[in-house]
């Protein structure tokens, strides 16, 4: 799980975390984009872990929206620069606290509850509307080349800060998926 966009979301946590930056980090009309990835390591096969990663995915979507929509409730309150601040930050702790070894700043911002409330903060913030697709088990034809090894027979759920796809100026909401994995994992442009 990871964020696509904006693209220096781990420096803007870092920031924000050591009270370099207030709240919001990302701008109003900043395109955010958010993705989980399932059955990452060996991919997923068979009926049984097709339905378990739907279900997932379904939960993943449910509890991101009851977040957001729990924020829009009581903005000025859940919405404060110290009142996020503190939550990452205790969020960083709790990782310290579980962990055998030491847990850099770096690794706390990659956390997937960070990066989730990354996203789901800023929704109600700037009134946004979103949307989750679920694609998969994403099939040979449907990857490019460059990034099917990491991508074919997994089941992505991706999520963007406007109203429904066609408001992104992509031909599909996976585009920026692909160009982010052949990035990160060095891959060889299509």
Not at 100 to 119: G, T, Y
Not at 156 to 175: C, F, W
């Amino acid at each position: 799980m990871s964020i696509i966009f904006p693209t220096d979301i781990i420096q803007r946590i870092q920031l924000f975390m050591s009270g370099k930056e207030n709240f919001p980090f990302i701008k109003k009309d900043e395109l955010m984009s958010i993705f989980f990835l399932y059955g990452k390591r060996t991919g997923i096969s068979g009926q049984y872990e097709i339905s378990q990663a739907y279900d997932l995915a379904e939960r993943t979507s449910m509890n991101l929206d009851r977040y957001i929509q729990s924020l829009s409730h009581k903005r000025d309150a859940k919405l404060d620069t110290e009142f996020l601040r503190c939550q990452f930050v205790n969020r960083a702790l709790q990782l310290v606290g579980g962990a055998k070894q030491p847990i850099s700043n770096d690794r706390a911002c990659h956390d997937p509850v960070v990066l989730s409330n990354s996203f789901a903060t800023h929704i109600p913030f700037y009134n946004h509307d979103y949307f989750f697709q679920l694609y998969g088990p994403l099939l040979k034809e449907q990857v490019i080349v460059s990034a099917r090894e990491l991508l074919v027979g997994r089941i992505v759920l991706i999520g963007y800060n406007r109203k429904e796809a066609k408001d992104l100026p992509y031909p599909s909401p996976l585009s920026p998926l692909y160009v982010y994995m052949v990035s990160l994992y060095g891959l060889s442009a299509p």
